[in-house]
T-cell receptor
C-alpha cells in the first residue's frame, strides 16, 4: 500500500544535540511538507518542498533544516538552535499541481527533551 | 488566506447525526472548503472537500450555502470510533497554497 512512513515514532533529544526525523513516501508525490503540532493546537508549517532539490521555509522554520535529495525522502533536522523542540512532528505529501489537492500525512514523530 | 472559525468541542452519542459548522467569511472565489480528521497520535486524514452546494462520500456530507461564507460537515450515525478532532480549512485552487490548521473541533462520541 502507498503511504508515508515517519520514523522513529518517539525520539529524545539531549540539550545541544541535533536530531533528524525521517519521512519517506511511496505515493510518487512531488510535494512534501513538515508540520509541528503542540498539545491542543493545530498544525504549523515548518518547511515544504514542491520538487526535488528545492524547499521553502514555512511559518516556523527557525531552528530547523531540511533536505530534498530524492523525491521520496524529506528528512527534518531539529537543531540545537530550536529551544523548544518538544512537539509532535508530522510529515505530509501531495500532488502540487493545484493547491487544493489533499495532503497525505504520516503518523508522526513525538520529540521530547531529556 | 481565509480564516475559519469552528466550535472548540462537541459531544454526541452513538447513532446520532453530528453537524459541525465552520465559518469562513472571507473565502475567495477560487477557494475550496476542505475537512480533515485527526485521531490522537496520528496524522490528519482528508475527509471531504467541496466548492458549493452539497458533496457526499462514503464518510460524510458537506453542505455549502450559496454565499459560501460557512459550511457544515455532517457525519451520519456516528460511532465511538468517530471521536476525533475535525479541522475545517479553506484552500485556494491555484498554485501552491499553504494549509492553515486552526485548533479544530474536538468531537466526543459517547455510548
Amino acid at each position: 500500500d502507498g503511504g508515508i512512513t515517519q520514523s522513529p515514532k518517539y525520539l529524545f533529544r539531549k540539550e545541544g544535540q541535533n536530531v533528524t526525523l525521517s519521512c519517506e513516501q511511496n505515493l510518487n508525490h512531488d510535494a512534501m511538507y513538515w508540520y509541528r503540532q503542540d498539545p491542543g493546537q493545530g498544525l504549523r508549517l515548518i518547511y515544504y518542498s514542491q520538487i526535488v532539490n528545492d524547499f521553502q521555509k514555512g511559518d516556523i522554520a527557525e531552528g530547523y533544516s531540511v533536505s530534498r535529495e530524492k523525491k521520496e525522502s524529506f528528512p527534518l533536522t531539529v537543531t540545537s538552535a530550536q529551544k523548544n523542540p518538544t512537539a509532535f512532528y508530522l510529515c505530509a505529501s501531495s500532488i502540487p499541481q493545484t493547491g487544493n489537492q489533499p495532503q497525505h500525512f504520516g503518523d508522526g514523530t513525538r520529540l521530547s527533551i531529556l | 488566506l481565509a480564516k475559519t472559525t469552528q466550535p472548540i468541542s462537541m459531544d454526541s452519542y452513538e447513532g446520532q447525526e453530528v453537524n459541525i459548522t465552520c465559518s469562513h467569511n472571507n473565502i475567495a472565489t477560487n477557494d475550496y472548503i476542505t475537512w480533515y480528521q485527526q485521531f490522537p497520535s496520528q496524522g490528519p486524514r482528508f475527509i471531504i472537500q467541496g466548492y458549493k452546494t452539497k458533496v457526499t462520500n462514503e464518510v460524510a456530507s458537506l453542505f455549502i450555502p450559496a454565499d459560501r461564507k460557512s459550511s457544515t460537515l455532517s457525519l451520519p450515525r456516528v460511532s465511538l470510533s468517530d471521536t476525533a478532532v475535525y479541522y475545517c480549512l479553506v484552500v485556494g485552487s491555484g498554485g501552491y497554497n499553504k494549509l492553515i490548521f486552526g485548533a479544530g473541533t474536538r468531537l466526543a462520541v459517547h455510548p
